[in-house]
């Protein structure tokens, strides 16, 4: 088992990739402290990783309130002693256009995706340090690589991301710290099925219309696939990887 023993803490981990990672994780021998703001979510992820044997704790939390993030980090020590694994996959998908996004827009996309990232990161830096180092994976999204019409606050966060996890990485390369940046194409969670409602469109259309024409395998990715990418980069099976930025979008970005 790729992460047996490790003490991870997935943020966003009730649904969608955080819960597919949580799920992933586990089976590969990690105790997870799932953290999502909706506690019937995190709390569903931790009883199906209990089910099938595996060890896990909810805690429910919003990580854009930085005292929120240091319980998160609190709790994995409080249960388990130390953290090894951190995945930063919390998101706001708040998405508008530059003359729309209010001062009020911005705090809440970047709250999450930037803010909450670097406070999650910094609280369980510290915890990392203590006990040789560890692994952080950061959620970014092809967001943050490519623009989308009438979603510059979510690229513009995601893109920060990104450019985030290089500079973490050159930072805490000292310490023993891997960071790494993954970049989802579109994938069929939860969230997504929240975005497609807005459009009122059958998702047959939407993958004929807009995903379709760019993405090479012309469907939409599956949480799972995403999982994979982030187990990988958390496992010593990437032990001489940080500051990279993996993009796993069906090939939409090529």
Not at 48 to 73: C, T
Not at 103 to 113: P, Q, Y
Not at 177 to 194: K, Y
Request: glycine share 10%.
């Amino acid at each position: 088992m790729r992460l047996k023993d490790r003490i991870a803490i997935i943020t966003g981990g009730g649904s969608g990739i955080g819960r597919a990672t949580a799920l992933q994780f586990a089976r590969e021998g990690a105790s997870v402290l799932v953290a999502d703001i909706e506690a019937s979510s995190g709390a569903e992820t931790v009883a199906s990783i209990k089910a099938s044997g595996g060890q896990a704790a909810a805690v429910v939390a919003d990580v854009s309130d930085e005292a929120a993030a240091a319980r998160i980090v609190g709790r994995a020590v409080e249960l388990w002693g130390r953290v090894d694994v951190l995945v930063n996959n919390a998101a706001s998908f708040h998405h508008l256009r530059v003359e729309q996004a209010t001062r009020a827009d911005w705090e809440k996309v970047l709250g999450v995706n930037v803010m909450g990232t670097s406070f999650c990161t910094r609280h369980a830096v510290g915890v990392m340090k203590t006990h040789g180092g560890g692994a952080i994976v950061n959620v970014a999204s092809i967001n943050g690589l490519v623009a989308m019409p009438d979603w510059m606050t979510y690229n513009a966060s995601k893109a920060a991301v990104i450019e985030m996890s290089k500079s973490m990485a050159m930072d805490l390369a000292p310490f023993g710290i891997r960071v790494n940046c993954v970049c989802p194409g579109i994938t069929d969670t939860p969230a997504l099925q929240r975005v497609i409602a807005e459009f009122g469109l059958p998702v047959e259309e939407v993958i004929r219309v807009h995903v379709a024409p760019r993405c090479l395998i012309k469907r939409f990715g599956r949480p799972e696939e995403i999982a994979a990418a982030i187990t990988f980069l958390a496992s010593d099976e990437a032990s001489y990887m940080t500051g990279s930025t993996v993009v796993v979008d069906g090939g939409f970005t090529a």
